[in-house]
């Protein structure tokens, strides 16, 4: 092993090392070197010359006594410190000293889990005048522009709050342009308009002044104060219009609504569409509950549900059914199929191919036709109509009553009172014909009997129709012809009784006679 060591800054001093190998030793200032060391040791002088050890090493010589002691040195420097050496056992605890200085704070800890919601705190100061508020930055999220006066985008990505006051919730590529206006989140949703909001969904569009999109999908509300509140691809566009739902649907006027369905559309002030497919609510007030196809296209005019029904007069209504039609003013069609009430007030309850074209008129059944003003009509399977105005037509195979039927007969309600020729009447009644028969509608077991219409108008002239017999005409023609054969009966007795009166007569004449004739001869 080899060492080399460099005395620097000694003059005059005599230097014993003792080196136990091979070393090289540096000597400056022409410091002078005793070594008893092996062989093989260098020494090297300032000037650069170099001594073997081997050139002064001599004998190992015995062992000398040992010197007196000498004085006490200076103190030399202290050393270096050593390594520390092992911790001792815990001494016991000194008295507390005085606090010290706060140390600095160290980082934050974990987020601790939320605590129970505090009581609502009081409305705060308003805040200072838009003109004068600085412009934020976005608030979390990436890619988020955050350009109006307070606005917010709480995170999200490519969200743009760029109105005054205006929020994007999150989401990704929503924007709130105008003055207020927010939306909570979902994709591609604009709130456009003045306070407008889109609650969520994806490319929904709230573009009215103070309008809403709750969510759902290609929504529109561009109407101030329009609303929709959800579904794919509705459009309120009318002032204060509203669509709650569904598919395609169209609330495009003032206060029109729509509740959902498909492909609805309320197209008027105030106009009304509750659901279904395809129906359209077009006037005023105008009202279409439900079903499939429907239009209620007048004023006030409403149509509950059902198929293909319309409702065009002005406060008209078509309850259900299809293919019927309320085309009279203040008209009704109930339901049933392809029935028509188009006459003023006229009414349709139901059933089947029916029409009430008179003015306040009625037709049920099948197949009735009240075409008369105020007439009602109702018909069974085989149709029948109106004979008048102001005529209750019945059109069936019997009439069943569980009592009696009262004819009004009051003098008062009757005038052009004119006397008969009973014994007329009674001539007719013995040469009208009078059979056996039954309607076609009825079966073959029924029989009736009695006259004709035709035949009876033939012969009295009474009633309005040659198809019809009134009750009242036919019981007035009995009575007559009763007071006829009366009256013939009795004239019939009144000669027989002249002619035994005249035959008694001259019977107790000749009885007179004869006891006359008894009395001479005695």
């Known amino acids: ?55 002064v090493q001599g004998p190992q010589g ?104 205006s929020m994007v919730g999150g989401g990704d590529s929503n924007t709130a342009s105008n003055g207020s206006s927010t939306v909570g989140g979902g994709y591609g949703n604009t709130a456009s308009g003045y306070r407008s909001t889109v609650g969520g969904g994806g490319d929904n569009t709230a573009s009215g002044s103070r309008s809403t999109v709750g969510g759902g999908f290609i929504n529109t509300a561009s109407g101030n104060y329009s609303t929709v509140g959800g579904g794919d691809t509705n459009a309120a566009s009318g002032s204060r219009s509203t669509v709650g739902g569904g598919y395609t649907n169209t609330a495009s006027n003032y206060y029109a609504t729509v509740g959902g369905g498909h492909t609805n559309t309320a197209s008027a002030d105030y106009a009304t569409v509750g659901g279904g497919f395809s129906n359209t609510a077009s006037d005023y007030y105008a009202t279409v509950g439900g079903g499939d196809s429907n239009t209620a296209i007048a004023y006030r005019s409403t149509v509950g549900g059902g ?54 008129s009625f037709a049920a059944g099948i197949g009735a036709n009240a075409s008369h003003d105020f007439s009602f009509v109702w018909a069974d399977e085989n149709g ?50 009078i059979t056996s028969w039954r309607f076609k509608s009825e079966e073959d077991s029924v029989t009736h009997i009695g006259p004709v219409a035709q035949d009876f108008m033939a012969s009295f002239g009474y009633g309005n129709s040659d198809k019809h017999i009134t009750s009242t005409d036919a019981d007035g023609v ?24 005249r035959l008694e007569a001259k019977f107790i004449s000749l009885e007179h006679r004869l006891l006359a004739m008894e009395a001479s001869m005695k």
């Open 384 to 433: 029948g109509t109106s004979f008048g105005a102001n005529t209750f037509n019945v059109h069936s195979t019997g009439i069943y009553l569980n009592g009696v039927v009262q004819h009004s007969s009051d003098r008062n309600l009757k005038e052009g009172f004119m006397a008969i020729d009973a014994q007329d009447v009674l001539i007719k009644v013995l040469d009208i014909p």
């Open 62 to 165: 015995d062992p000398g006594a040992v010197g007196p002691v000498g004085p006490v040195g200076p103190a030399g420097a202290t050393g270096a410190d050593g390594p520390a050496g092992p911790a001792g056992p815990a001494g016991a605890t000194g008295p507390a000293g005085p606090e010290g200085s706060q140390g600095k704070t160290g980082d934050p800890g974990a987020t601790g889990p939320a605590g129970p919601a505090g009581a609502d705190g009081s409305d705060g100061v308003d805040g200072a005048d838009g003109s004068d508020a600085a412009v934020p930055t976005g608030h979390g999220g990436i890619n988020n522009i955050v350009t109006g006066t307070q606005a917010f985008v709480g995170g999200g990505e490519d969200n743009e709050a760029s109105g005054n006051y």
């Open 478 to 501: 009995a009575l007559a012809a009763i007071q006829g054969l009366n009256q013939k009966l009795t004239q019939e007795l009144d000669e027989k009784q002249a002619e035994i009166d």
């Open 307 to 360: 198929s293909d029904n319309e409702a065009s007069g002005d406060n008209s209504t078509v309850g259900g059914g299809r293919s019927n039609m309320a085309s009279g003013y203040r008209s009704t069609v109930g339901g049933g199929a392809l029935n028509t009430a188009s006459g003023g007030s006229s009414t349709v309850p139901g059933g089947y191919n029916n029409v009430a074209s008179g003015l306040s």
């Open 1 to 55: 092993m080899s060492y080399r060591y460099s005395l620097v800054s000694i003059s005059a001093l005599s230097l014993m090392v003792c080196v136990s190998a091979s070393a090289d030793i540096n000597l400056t200032n022409g410091a002078d070197l005793n070594m008893n060391g092996s062989s093989g040791s260098t020494i090297i002088f300032e000037d650069g010359s170099v001594q073997e050890t081997a050139q």
